[in-house]
């Protein structure tokens, strides 16, 4: 007879409260005040109804946050647990020193440093806040984000989904109000997304050092000219 798998154990209340909460667009760390990109990109025309923007963020999905960042997280997490800090370290840098743009540079060092900033309010006695905070010249946030859903005692597939849900979240309101689009369109959108996502975390889960690429040149080229747009709705 075939075995049967036992269905896993529930995450403990807690645990899933912390992660709803790291997702939320509510957490201090400023990211819906960025479009990744996306408001450059309807200002140049490619993106200008919901098809489009909806093939954009798959995209952007697919190609950058599962390839780069989603991996990060996830070497992290485990990086995080041994205390490995010259690994976090490694990983710290290289997000910086992949980001193909100032502006995108900008962004993932001021979230990181804000969601330092919340953690040490919370855990200022851990002395992986304290060697996050001195990573320099700023910590980044996907190894920020690490730690965070370390602290809240998720599952790596969880912390994962909960990465990409809140980046989704917050492109899909960007989206919404430079494209601009209505809110049925913008559930649409993340209904997609959500379907998506699942995948490209697996993916990442099994991804290698070597595998982990940032290379996405449109994006390079429409943030620069993010940074001197002359009117914007979001941050650079």
């Not at 006695?125 to 920020?144: F, N, Q, Y």
């Not at 980046?167 to 919404?176: F, G, H, L, S």
């Amino acid at each position: 007879m075939p075995r049967v798998r036992s269905a896993p154990a529930p995450l403990p209340a807690s645990t899933l409260l912390q992660l709803m909460w790291l997702a939320s667009p509510a957490l201090p760390v400023g990211g819906f005040s960025y479009s990744e990109v996306l408001e450059a990109a309807v200002e140049a025309g490619l993106v200008t109804q919901e098809a489009q923007a909806s093939a954009w963020l798959s995209d952007q999905l697919h190609l950058a946050l599962g390839r780069a960042d989603l991996g990060v997280v996830a070497r992290a997490v485990g990086a995080w647990q041994r205390a490995d800090l010259a690994r976090i370290t490694e990983l710290n840098d290289w997000v910086r020193e992949t980001r193909e743009s100032s502006e995108l540079r900008q962004q993932a060092e001021q979230m990181g440093r804000s969601l330092h900033d919340w953690l040490r309010q919370r855990n200022s006695s851990d002395a992986r806040v304290a060697h996050l905070g001195a990573l320099s010249p700023a910590p980044t946030w996907p190894v920020s984000f690490a730690l965070a859903t370390v602290f809240a005692g998720a599952p790596l597939r969880e912390a994962l989904l909960t990465h990409c849900f809140g980046w989704a979240e917050n492109m899909v309101q960007a989206a919404i109000k430079s494209v601009p689009l209505g809110q049925s369109a913008g559930q649409r959108m993340l209904a997609s997304l959500t379907q998506a996502i699942p995948a490209v975390v697996e993916a990442a889960m099994r991804q290698t050092d070597s595998q982990r690429q940032a290379f996405t040149p449109m994006l390079a080229i429409l943030s620069a000219r993010h940074e001197a747009q002359y009117s914007r709705l979001f941050r650079s």
